[in-house]
């Protein structure tokens, strides 16, 4: 929503402050200018980009439409950690099936939205796996698991360094769309003093949006889709912190309290949430 209120404030003050001085709006109306500067800001977009990351792009740029992750997604993220570490004081061995087909598992099918999240539900496991293997000390673990981060956080904001750099290149754009312009005017030299006026303004309409398009709104959607996948990054940091703990030996309640440390103040669950949410997982488990 904020992000449908951001385009609507930008056009609105753009708008609003050219008819306040006067302006007539039926003159920004220039298509030729806007097929000039967004087919070739589509075009270099295409020309630079992979079509893995294209799909990516269009699939963030959906998801800014909605809500991100909320207190409640994390708080159920700590109470199914919860259940695995507990889970794993019966030996390491009993995750085994859990985590060969989570879809199926007894403990990880009662969560959804962490299903979901195929990168979230990959992590665990491949971590989950590698302890069961063993033989491999908690440093190098924890420098497998930060590497492995790494990896997705380059490729969840290759989209947002793609759409950068066509921001970048929108104002030059509405150079060449202003070029162009003139040179029609150029041709038209001639012709009656309002026939010039008209191509001189139409091609100034070409700088005014493509400095418009950059820094009203391509580059500002890019910051968000940083801001999504930064925010977005916590979720598996959650799930770093309570693994290495459990690795380390360290009972199922503190390890969760490792995991929910690692949240933003705005998401993360108080000590006392995140104390019933344990208590209530225990019995869930006792029941079944």
Known sequence: MLLIAGLIVVVGSVVGGYLMAGGHLLLLLQPSEFVIIGGAAAGSLLISTPPKVLAKLLAQCRLLLAPGLTAKDYADLLAMLYQVFRQAQSGIMTLEPHFENPEQSSILSKYPRFLARHH??????????????????????????????QVHHASET?????????????????????????????????????????????????????????????????????????????YELCIKAGVMATFKGLPPAIAVEFAR???????RPSFEETERLCRASRSEQAAA
């Open 120 to 149: 979230s539900v990959a992590f665990l496991a491949d971590s989950i796996k590698v302890i069961i293997v063993g033989g491999m000390h908690p440093h190098d673990l924890e420098a497998l698991m930060d590497e492995d981060l």
């Open 158 to 234: 290759s989209p947002a360094g793609a759409l950068t750099k066509v921001a970048d290149a929108l104002p030059g754009l509405g150079i060449v769309a202003a070029v162009l312009g003139i040179v029609i005017t150029m041709q038209a030299i001639d012709g009656p003093p309002e026939e010039i006026g008209h191509h001189v303004g139409a091609a100034l309409v070409g700088t005014f949006l493509g400095i418009l398009m950059s820094y009203g709104f391509a580059q500002p959607i890019a910051t968000s889709l940083e801001h999504r996948v930064h925010q977005d990054g916590y």
């Open 261 to 267: 440390r690692v949240l933003p103040h705005d998401v």
